[in-house]
């Protein structure tokens, strides 16, 4: 198969946005809280890339790792990892514990509320890039624009919604989670132009950033498998076929790519 580009969904959400940016004209005057691109036909591989737009806080949250999908009947877990793309002022992302929380006390704080106060709510600024391995108890703060690439598993447990009339997920949540300091080092963006900026000795998938002038690569290896290619910015073609920010294609193998306006892009791979 040569590059797909995958569909574009719009998924409301309660802390979603009514106003998205130019690459989204279709979300306007709906609460949109993602942009997920999946497919296709029907078909899910095994990321999910998807835009994320807050208005409000999110829910604290965690997700299972492989074993502990499977052993709850899931084709594996979740991790996942964000690019902040855009913040409104003192735009913070909840991720781990400000200390170790025993599995009681994480239950008792999510019940009562202060878990909020627990979290390790970090300062961001567009460019940010972090990690969120399987069992990070985590949330993205308000005035938030990210790209998310996560393993395409739809779970996730909520321990905590700020009120809102939602399902929690405590015993699933409390038995998967580790509610710990998050203590891996962050990585802007801004200051590098090419970088692996995750591997498959850290993570289920690999994810490279990197910044392309005018002209024409090859982007993968024939027999390499899938991979995500996922335009920042910039404009061009991909086997013939015009690509743009805001946008998600799917490869199998190598794609010969056209970069007609100077272009940052993510290449995942599974």
Aim: charged residues 20%; contains cysteine.
């Amino acid at each position: 198969m040569s590059a797909v580009r995958l569909a574009t969904k719009y998924v409301e959400k309660p802390w979603g946005c009514t106003d998205l940016p130019g690459p989204f004209p279709d979300g306007a005057g709906r609460q949109i809280g993602e942009v997920w691109f999946d497919g296709p036909d029907g078909q899910h591989p095994p990321l999910l890339v998807k835009y994320i737009f807050t208005s409000e806080r999110i829910s604290i949250q965690v997700h299972p790792n492989d074993p502990q999908g499977q052993a709850r009947g899931l084709g594996g877990g979740k991790s996942e990892c964000w690019l902040v793309l855009a913040v409104e002022p003192d735009a913070t992302l909840g991720m781990g514990t400000l200390k170790p929380l025993d599995g009681e006390t994480l239950r008792a704080a999510s019940l009562d509320g202060h878990i909020e106060q627990l979290m390790d709510w970090k300062p961001v600024k567009p460019g940010d890039f972090f990690y969120i391995p399987a069992g990070t108890v985590h949330a993205i703060g308000a005035g938030i624009t990210l790209v998310e690439v996560q393993q395409n598993v739809d779970v996730t447990y909520r321990l905590y919604d700020y009120g809102r009339p939602r399902e929690l997920h405590l015993e699933d949540g409390v038995a998967v989670g580790r509610a710990e300091p998050y203590e891996r080092a962050p990585v802007n963006i801004a200051e590098i132009s090419d970088a692996a900026l995750l591997d498959r000795d850290e993570a289920p998938f690999a994810l490279r950033l990197m910044t392309l002038a005018q002209g024409e690569l090859r982007l993968g290896e024939s027999g390499s498998g899938l991979s995500w290619f996922v335009p920042l910015t910039g404009a061009g073609s991909i086997d013939g076929k015009h690509w743009e920010a805001g946008q998600c294609w799917l490869l199998d193998g190598a794609a010969m790519l056209d970069v007609t306006e100077p272009a940052r892009i993510l290449v995942a791979q599974h």
